[in-house]
């Protein structure tokens, strides 16, 4: 098994940026796909990004592309998502996850592990 803990959550105002991590310990970290979900206040966790076991590949929501970015590294057992360009919607708790599948897809089920998940609150 993989253990997660998020950190780097916090309260910024529109238009900031915060970095988001993800430190991994257990199995081989390099082994997992990883990915960040956010669940917004009364709304179904959801789909952010995803990047590869070699971080050669990486997807995101329509909503964050050109805005966040995912990135690892395996030398440290860690995943970062950077947010720019923050909007009040962009308000929720981000989880990040860890899947054994070479190519998960953007859904919950695609991930067998997850971390506590880390607050982020963006004011107006």
């Known amino acids: 098994q993989v253990q997660l803990v998020e950190s780097g959550g916090g309260v910024v105002q529109a238009g900031g940026s915060l970095k988001l991590s993800c430190a991994a310990s257990g199995r081989t970290f390099s082994n997992y796909a990883m990915g960040w979900f956010r669940q917004p206040p009364g709304k179904e966790r959801e789909f952010v990004a995803r990047?590869?076991?070699?971080?050669?590949?990486?997807i995101y929501a329509d909503s964050v592309r050109g805005r966040f970015t995912i990135s690892r590294d395996n030398a440290k057992n860690t995943v970062y998502l950077e947010m720019n360009s923050l909007k009040p919607e962009d308000t929720a708790v981000y989880y990040c996850?860890?899947?054994?599948?070479?190519?998960?897809?953007?859904?919950?089920?695609?991930?067998?592990?997850w971390g506590q998940g880390t607050q982020v609150t963006v004011s107006s």
């Open positions: 990047i590869s076991r070699s971080a050669g590949s990486t």
């Open positions: 996850a860890a899947s054994t599948l070479a190519v998960p897809s953007s859904t919950l089920r695609s991930y067998g592990y």
